[in-house]
């Protein structure tokens, strides 16, 4: 099994010293596995674009699975095959090693070429050879990544995807402002999605990762809108009388499940986006909010108080009557799904204490993964490794992940103000 460990690199400090939020491992499971990412050969005498190696070790220490070798402990830094003497690196212990090269083509144009060997074996495991422009270094760091990260763990990974957040500054002054903003999964290339004088809350991405919609206060009462990220087009989804909340998309992008007080209670409504047209799903004098689907669609569990307190509820998205499944706990709520479905992330409640706990929906045991005072917002990571969601660590609203059984544990501060609400995009297309 590949684990990591707890250390963290002073080089993995000076790649985050730009990003706007700043990644943290707080700890780490034991008996990680150990690669060696030697930094890639250059063969320009210009400036170097980016250190590819140390942006790919960055990734994979941070997921939980891999111990990287510090570059002052390296024997021998090949560039090529052909200079890889296979006995330095078995002496190290290290059971993969990954090397590359980066060859100019032109003035901003390049080729990197990477390959990823077993030690022991002394055999290529991987190895590819991919054009890119001088802008676009980050994300193919994060793409190799990605497919060093597949190989070693047969899971995809999540190093190409994206967070979205609300940052908040200022808020108890009259100058208080609220910013959705979109980053790379690492922090970096923040992008600011919609700034407002007013709360912004409940981000949700679609299916592609094309589009955002949220929770804006920005004239005075709720709405749902619906944004491009890349163009910043958005459109007002409901702005009814009371609450418009919650928004969730549907796994196929063709649905919102929001929810509405528009007859007087709340209760959970399903969008049609190209018709334009409301439906409600659920009826109950008690609240019901908080709906997201499940990943094949079929059903949408949400938070009510019917029980008397807030728990987890789920029903048909055809309608029907709603079944309960949470009863660990006085207080259960805000849910999302593993991407396979078969577990529930969860605020779990209990005692004056928030904390997120893991739901089996088969087993129906309750695993609480956090010991935070206020621990909320949970969102998986699209291969279902990570958790990501909001806390408070030292009076600072802040993000945080956990892996999905407990092990690994990060702080993520935001460098100029509070920051709630997180959101794992999925896999981009």
Do not use: C
């Not at 922090?187 to 919609?194: D, L, S």
């Not at 949470?326 to 259960?332: I, K, L, M, Q």
Request: net charge neutral; glycine share 8%; aromatic share 10%.
């Amino acid at each position: 099994m590949l684990r990591t460990g707890l250390s963290v690199s002073l080089m993995l400090w000076s790649l985050m010293a730009h990003a706007v939020l700043t990644i943290e491992i707080t700890e780490g499971a034991a008996g990680a596995f150990p690669v060696a990412i030697v930094p890639f050969g250059w063969d320009d005498a210009g400036e170097v674009p980016l250190d590819i190696a140390a942006v790919v070790s960055a990734d994979l220490v941070r997921s939980g699975k891999v111990r990287a070798l510090p570059k002052d402990d390296m024997l021998a830094m090949p560039t090529s095959a052909d200079r890889i003497n296979f006995k330095n690196w078995q002496i190290l212990g290290m059971e993969n090693l990954l090397i590359g090269r980066v060859r100019a083509q032109g003035k901003d144009n390049f080729t990197v070429q990477f390959q990823l060997f077993d030690v022991f074996r002394e055999r290529q495991l991987a190895g590819y050879s991919f054009p890119v422009p001088r802008h676009d270094f980050r994300r193919l760091a994060h793409h190799i990544s990605d497919l060093v990260y597949e190989t070693l763990t047969g899971s995809k990974g999540v190093f190409s995807t994206r967070v979205a957040y609300v940052v908040s500054t200022d808020i108890a002054t009259d100058g208080a402002r609220y910013l959705l903003q979109v980053a790379d999964a690492d922090g970096f290339n923040p992008k600011t999605v919609v700034t407002s004088s007013e709360p912004l809350m409940s981000p949700s991405w679609s299916a592609d990762g094309a589009k955002v919609a949220y929770v804006s206060f920005e004239k005075g009462g709720s709405a749902i809108w619906m944004q491009e990220i890349a163009s910043g087009k958005r459109e007002q989804i409901a702005s009814f009388k009371g609450i418009n909340g919650a928004p969730s998309w549907s796994p196929d992008g063709r649905k919102l499940a929001v929810t509405l007080s528009r007859h007087g209670n709340a209760d959970i409504f399903i969008y049609d986006i190209v018709a334009k047209t409301f439906s409600q799903l659920t009826r109950h004098y008690a609240i019901d909010t908080e709906p997201v689907w499940s990943p094949d669609g079929s059903t949408i569990v949400f938070t009510s108080d019917r029980g008397g307190k807030p728990q987890l509820y789920r029903v048909d998205v055809g309608g029907g009557k709603a079944s309960r499944l949470t009863f660990e706990g006085s207080y259960n709520a805000r849910a999302t799904f593993s991407p396979d479905g078969s577990r529930l992330a969860m605020i779990h409640g209990a005692r004056g204490l928030f904390h997120i706990a893991l739901l089996d929906l088969k087993t129906g045991i309750l695993d609480v993964l956090t010991d935070g005072r206020l621990d909320e917002t949970p969102s998986f990571a699209p291969n279902g490794s990570m958790i990501i969601y909001a806390t408070v660590h030292q009076d600072q609203a802040m993000l945080a992940a956990v892996s999905a059984d407990g092990r690994v544990r990060q702080r993520l501060q935001h460098t100029a103000g509070e920051v709630r609400e997180p959101a794992w995009s999925p896999f981009r297309p």
